[in-house]
């Protein structure tokens, strides 16, 4: 069935019920599907090979159920979580708004997940060796309780431990607006005790750790991110989790508390992205997500300085082969513009 027609039904339901119904759904791909290979849209970012720079941004798959079937609908790579040490709950439901009108999404989940342990487990039975098939990140994060407590960093070092032989690439992310104080990570300090305890939790290993900041932000914490970045050698800053600003919108829903996604996203990402690529040069690969749902915006954001992209609001409304369809869109215009290869376009607007 097309998505067109599965659409109207899937909307009406309640938006966290549809979800899991999606994932029920994608549990069914098979897991040997051929990895999406494509010489003009490969492209090696952090030392890891990606087949194309489509990827599926975290929250969708946060518990490690189906990421690593997510390239038989074109994905590059996939990354799952945010997982935090301990299983939680999340915020009281509803939590998940789809704001139609708008293109967009409000949620206000505050990391509910099984824990990483039960992830860890889950992901062992399909993933060993890393580097074995499908490109896998893993985001982590801190409890609830945690970060209330101010001991927010130790479960990173607790999510870098048990994930690192799992994935490949780590996501730290200090930037869900649902996790009361998550956010006060990023300022220049507490990035620097942060970032200094993750790079040496990795001992001697060496995945590539990426990290994952809020559109939310003034030019003086761009300037200190980008120096704390540097400073701790990690290996990529993706750009951005979802706002706490509300441009003008038109749904009922507009009002909801959480982190909006989705359309009204894609300039003030765009902008950000662009803030810290004229900071940063080629010093830093950088991920563009947000508000990204057709070739063009994916082109825009990779010629802004985006050395890959992420997605995930926008399949909610266009549906389960947009990846797919980007990435066709994306070779059409690498063609038109005479680029040979994906990591030729990076920056070059910039
Ligand atoms: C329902 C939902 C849950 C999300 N959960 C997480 C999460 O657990 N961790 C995270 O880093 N980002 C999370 N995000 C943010 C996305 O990864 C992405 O950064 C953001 O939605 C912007 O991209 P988009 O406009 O393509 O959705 C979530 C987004 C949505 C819509």
Redesign the pocket.
Same mark, same amino acid.
């Given at each position: 069935m097309s998505y067109r027609l599965l659409r109207p039904l899937l909307f009406a339901l309640d938006a966290e019920r549809a979800h899991h119904l999606s994932i029920a759904a994608l549990r069914l791909l098979p897991t040997r599907a051929a990895l999406p290979q494509d010489p003009m849209l490969e492209s090696s970012v952090a030392g890891i090979r990606f087949p194309n720079p489509v990827g599926l941004?975290?929250?969708?798959d946060?518990d490690g159920r189906i990421a690593h079937k997510m390239h038989g609908l074109g994905f590059g790579f996939a990354e799952l /979580? +945010?997982l935090t040490p301990l299983a939680q709950p999340g915020n009281p439901q509803p939590r998940?708004f789809r704001l139609v009108a708008d293109r967009a @999404?409000i949620?206000r989940?505050g990391?509910n997940n099984g824990g990483q342990g039960a992830a860890a487990d889950r992901i062992a039975r399909y993933r060993r060796p890393k580097g074995d098939g499908p490109i896998i990140g893993v985001?982590i994060?801190a409890n609830k309780d945690a970060t209330a407590a101010g001991r927010g960093i130790a479960d990173y070092v607790t999510g870098v431990r048990v994930m690192t032989p799992l994935a490949d690439y780590l +996501?730290v992310?200090i *930037? *869900?607006p649902n996790t009361p104080g998550l956010r006060a990570l990023q300022g220049r300090a507490a990035l620097d005790d942060l970032l200094g305890a993750v790079m040496a939790a990795r001992g001697g290993d060496t995945t590539p750790v990426f990290l994952?900041v809020a559109p939310d932000l003034e030019p003086v914490d761009v300037q200190d991110i980008a120096a704390a970045c540097l400073d701790h050698r990690v290996d990529a800053l993706i750009v *951005?989790? +979802?706002t706490i600003t509300r441009p003008a919108l038109r749904s009922p829903h507009a009002g909801e508390a959480g /982190?909006l996604?989705?359309a009204p996203?894609t300039d003030l990402?765009h902008q950000r992205l662009t803030d810290f690529r004229r900071l940063l040069g080629t010093q830093l690969p950088l991920i563009g @997500? /947000?508000?990204?749902a057709t070739a063009e915006q994916a082109y825009a954001r990779i010629r802004a300085g985006a050395s890959l992209v992420?997605?995930? *609001?926008?399949m909610v409304y266009e549906g389960p082969y947009l990846a797919k369809r980007i990435n066709a869109g994306l070779k059409r215009l690498l063609q038109r513009d005479g680029i040979a290869n994906v990591a030729q376009a990076v920056g070059i607007d910039a």
């Open positions: 941004a975290a929250g969708y946060k /979580g +945010t998940l @999404v949620n989940f990391f985001n994060g +996501t992310n *930037s *869900s994952k *951005s989790n +979802t /982190g996604s989705g996203l990402s @997500v /947000g508000g990204i992420q997605l995930y *609001s926008a």
